[in-house]
Every structure is written in C-alpha cells, then in structure tokens.
C-alpha cells in the first residue's frame, strides 16, 4: 500500500515537470549579462542572446536605453538592415553578426541601462537590460607635506600632509597611514576631513587632510595615503611616496665631548669641543672654562654657537681645565649645561747632564744624562749628528774619547702613550787636544814649472789653523773637527830641493810635516828596470840611493846621472835586483 503511494507520487512530480518544461520551451526568452564594467575611453560590448521556440527567426530588435524612466531608442534591426535612430552615439555604435551592440570610446555619460528587445511575431515580445558601469584608474595620489615643520608643544592639531587623486570614477575614498598602520580619526588627536568633486570630464578629484598631534618619536615617522577604488568586483588600492615631516621638540639631554679623545690630546694639537642636544631645532650653545676660584671664562666669542662647536688652536699646557657647555631652548627658555675636562699631554724640561763637565781630552770617558717631565711616561732615544740611534734609556757612555768621537748628540724623549708627542735636546761633546795631521800629499810627483796643489789635512779643537813654509794661493775647508787647506804654487827648484812643510797649530799645541816632491821622469824610470835597464855602476850608488841623496845623483851628471834619476823610484829601500845582473 505503502509503496503505492510512492509509485503514484513519483508520477506525479515527473508529470508536473514536464508541463514546466514545456511551457518555458514555449517561451520568447531573452538573456543579457546583469553588468557589463568598462574603463573610460575603451569600447563597451553588450550582448543579447535570445532563445525562440520551434526555432523561429525574429521579426525585429530594439536596441535602446533608460534615461529618466525614459526609454531612447539606439537602433532597430530588420533582417540584415540595421536603422540608426540616435544621433548622439552616431559614429560609435556597431551591431555584431551575433546582434551584440559595441559602443566605442565610452565616456561617464554612457553609464546607463541599455535594454535588448526581440520581436518574434506569433512568439510575441521578449526584452532584458544590462547596466553598463563606465570606470577610471584614479591617478596615483600626489602628496606634500607640512614644508614649515610642527611642534609637539602645539595646542591646535597641527596638518601632517595633504593627499590627492585625480580623474576617477567612480569616486574613490583615502585612507592614511604612519609608518605603515592605517590611521583612524580620533577626538581631539587625530583628524581626517575629505572633500570629493566632480570634474566637467564627469571624472572625479577625491583630496584629504590628515591632522594629527606629533611626539618627538615622530621625528622618524613616515607617512602615506592610500586610494581605493573597485575595478570588476574587486577592490583596488594606489600608495603615495612616503614622506616625513619636520618635528620640532625640547632638548631634554646635552652631550660634550672632545674631538679627538682628550686621551690623545697633545701640545700644538687643534682641538674641538663639540656639544651636542637632542632638541629640534638645535638649541643655542655657550661655552665657559672654569678659572681660579670656581669662576668661569666666557668663551662664546671663540665658538659657533649655532652648531655647537669650539675651536681651540694651537693647544698648550695650560688648555688643561674643566670646560662646560650650555644650551638655551629659545622657545620654552629651559636650560640645560654638561661639562667636561680637558688633558693636555706635555714633555717640558728637557735638560742634557754631562760627567764630567770639565774639557775633554782624547783618552776620556763621558756620561750624558737625560731627564725631562711629563703627566705620562716617557721612553728616551739618544741620536748621533746623522739622526742614527746610538742608544736607548736616558744615558749614554762614551769611552777612549777621540777628536772623532766629537759631535753633537740629541736626546729625544718620546711618549708612547700619546702618539706624535715628542721633544729633543742636543749637547756638543767636544774633545779637546793639539792638532793632529791625518793627510798630507806626499811624495808628490811633478814637473818643472807645473802649477800643483799641495794638501795637509788635519784634526784639532779648538779649531786650528793652518801655515806653510812656501808662498803660495792657500784654500782652507772646515768639516766637523777636520780642516783641510790646499796650497797652489809653480814648481821651482827651489822647491824640488827642500819640499815644503805643512804646520797646524792651536792653543794646545803645534803639528808639523814635510811634503816631498820629485820629478815626474822618476816615477816613469821604473819601467826602464822592468825592460832590463841595468847599469854596470849601480853598485857605487847603492849608498846615495838608500839616503835619497838627490843632489849627489843630479851631481853626477851625463847618461849615468840619468839611469839613476830612474833608479830612485826603486830605492825606498833599494832593490836587491839593481846590485847586479841576475
């Protein structure tokens, strides 16, 4: 019985769908898309699909559209005939093969509802409508900000920036934001007024004003506005570039410090005091250094006291103190001050002790003692003339003493501590004696009537001078403890005879010696030996030869007096190879 009912009832429900069915397969039909989204400028598409039962053919469509409850005809469509009957879209309509109506270059002024009506005679009248949306991308936000700053003292909300967007539609909002999080109207702290207008184009320019109070945190802040608008359903959004605004706050802290660390400070060293406030703008700075009886010296005129800065040139000993910096606030009038010391490192009283003080002779011995004082410790060095490190620590002991060993010494006392700080003292140890001859040119070979120079060279000090027994052009040359003197005259013979003494005296006493001159033939004699130039006599001359008997020689005369003027240059002492042929 049960399964009856069912059986009856399934028929049934089939039975009335197919009379549905049928009855809308009967049916005219008509389908449009409910909205159709255009960008301003492109070309709009409708279409209209329409269904007709039996597969019958149209008899007309009517394309038009509402204005005011008003309905416009566009166009009527008859077969393959299509009969414009609105001038004001000529030009920019179109009918498709598939009855699509397109409208080109569409502006705001075409956001309307365009209805589709089909006729199909005995199937009567069917119709549906599209609203077609007309948008435009609003233009990326232009944003300034407040060019004259705020301050966090304000009592009014104070403008941050002001953001706009142009030529949009439909009519986007803005929202702002600080250091990325969006910002919210608030009573009393923050507010955001906007204002929308309506272009004579149909497309919109949205602005908005955000007004906020500031802390001095906000000095770093950066701020944006954002523009929103819907695009086919979906909600789009365009940043402006961030920008800061200018934050004006107290100084609550004052820092002083010196440039560069007051550790490394030295004498001759340029120095900067340099003070520094948190407060925006900066403050106006004075300087003061305490004197005797907690005074303190004004400064100001040395410094710039808009950056904050004081110069001190040149520093000496006495920069050392404690110097203070004071900044007044010009719009609460509030005062804040730091202080800080100053350390000028310094080497002072550099002083050379020599033991013993007395003269010195060669064959002494001396000791150099250095001292000096300074705030930090000190290294000593001791150089020669020629800036070579001799030694280190502050003496120095000098033994044998010579006329050599005279110079002058530098102490340099360094400090390691403080790079670049540095003092020398220099001390002459000078070795006192008679003159000593080091040089001297001879024997000195020459020709008769030649203009020679004649050399004697010697060390002393006191300084020495120099005299010779002969007339002549003399040139003296000083070096350290040597003087030289060279002596030119025209050989003479006179002086192949006796030669010519050399004599270098100081107030210690005299030095004395002999410069010899022979003639050049002599030296060239022996060449004639190693040739085989021996003379049967050679023997009668041994003795003259051995004294440098120069007159006896001469005396002899003719060939034989000649060999023997070769001879000579063997003689010093004679050569055993001239007592005979061998």
């Known amino acids: 019985m049960a399964g009856g009912r069912r059986a009856a009832g399934f028929a049934l429900g089939w039975g009335c769908c197919l009379l549905l069915c049928c009855a809308a397969a009967s049916k005219l039909e008509v389908s449009m898309p409910a909205v159709v989204e255009v960008e301003s400028g492109g070309t709009a598409r409708i279409e209209c699909n329409f269904y007709i039962p039996g597969n019958g053919s149209y008899t007309y469509i009517n394309w038009s559209y509402i204005d005011r409850s008003n309905r416009v005809r566009l166009c009527r469509i008859i077969g393959s005939e299509i009969l414009e009957e609105n001038m004001d879209y000529k030009g920019r309509l179109s009918v498709g093969e598939d009855n699509a109506l397109s409208i080109s270059r569409v502006t705001m002024q075409d956001a309307r509802t365009f209805v589709c009506q089909v006729g199909a005679g005995s199937h009567g009248v069917g119709e549906n409508r599209t609203e077609l949306h007309i948008y435009k991308v609003p233009e990326a936000p232009e944003i300034v900000a407040n060019p004259a700053g ?33 910002l919210q109207p608030e009573e009393k702290m923050v507010k955001i007024p906007a204002t929308l207008t309506r272009e004579s184009s149909g497309l919109y320019t949205v602005s908005s004003t955000l007004f906020a109070h500031v802390t001095r945190e906000d000095r770093n802040s950066l701020y944006h506005c954002t523009v929103h608008y819907w695009l086919r359903g979906q909600r789009r959004a365009v940043e402006s570039r961030r920008v800061n605004v ?5 100084a609550e802290h004052v820092k002083l410090q010196v440039m560069p660390s007051s550790a490394l400070v030295k004498e001759g060293d340029d120095v900067k005091l340099v003070c520094e406030a948190d407060g925006n703008p900066a403050p106006v700075f004075s300087f003061y250094k305490r004197g005797l009886e907690d005074s303190w010296q004004d400064l100001s005129s040395l410094a710039d006291t808009n950056s904050g800065v004081l110069n001190l040139h040149d520093v000496k000993k006495s920069s050392s103190g404690l110097y203070r910096c004071q900044t007044l606030d010009l719009d609460d009038m509030r005062q804040l001050e730091k202080d800080v010391e100053l350390v000028v490192n310094y080497i002072e009283g550099v002083h050379v002790k020599m033991e013993p003080s007395s003269p010195l002779q060669e064959g002494d ?7 000096a004082h300074s705030p930090v410790a000190l290294d000593y060095q001791w150089r020669d003339e020629k800036g070579r490190k001799v030694a280190e620590g502050n003496q120095l002991f000098l033994s044998n003493l010579t006329f050599e060993t005279s110079s002058n010494f530098s102490c340099k006392v360094i400090a ?5 700080l540095e003092q020398s003292k220099q001390v002459a140890v000078a070795v006192q004696g008679k003159p000593r001859i080091v040089a001297i040119s001879s024997p000195l070979y020459v020709r008769q009537d030649e203009v020679v120079n004649l050399t004697c060279k010697a060390i ?19 070096e350290n403890q040597h003087i030289a003197s060279n002596l030119t005259v025209r050989v003479n013979h006179d002086l192949l005879r006796a030669g010519a003494m050399c004599r270098v005296s100081n107030a210690l006493g005299i030095s004395e010696k002999h410069i010899q001159l022979l003639v050049e033939s002599i030296r060239k004699g022996k060449s004639l030996h190693r040739a085989g130039c021996v003379h049967p006599s050679a023997q009668a001359v041994v003795g003259a030869c051995h004294q440098w008997e120069l007159r006896s020689l001469l005396a002899w005369g003719g060939s034989l007096g000649c060999w023997l003027l070769h001879c000579i240059s063997y003689c010093s002492p004679f050569p055993a190879e001239l007592q005979g042929p061998s």
């Open 460 to 478: 002393a000090f006191p300084r020495p001078s120099v005299h010779w027994n002969v007339n002549g052009t003399a040139h003296e040359y000083v």
């Open 365 to 371: 011995s001396v000791r150099l003692s250095c001292d």
């Open 150 to 182: 705020i301050s966090v003292q304000s009592s009014d909300i104070p403008q941050i920036a002001h953001c706009v967007s142009k030529n949009s539609f439909p009519p986007p909002n803005i929202t702002w934001h600080k250091n990325g999080e969006q």
């Open 246 to 250: 200018t934050v004006f706050y107290p």
């Open 416 to 420: 390691p501590s403080v790079p670049g």
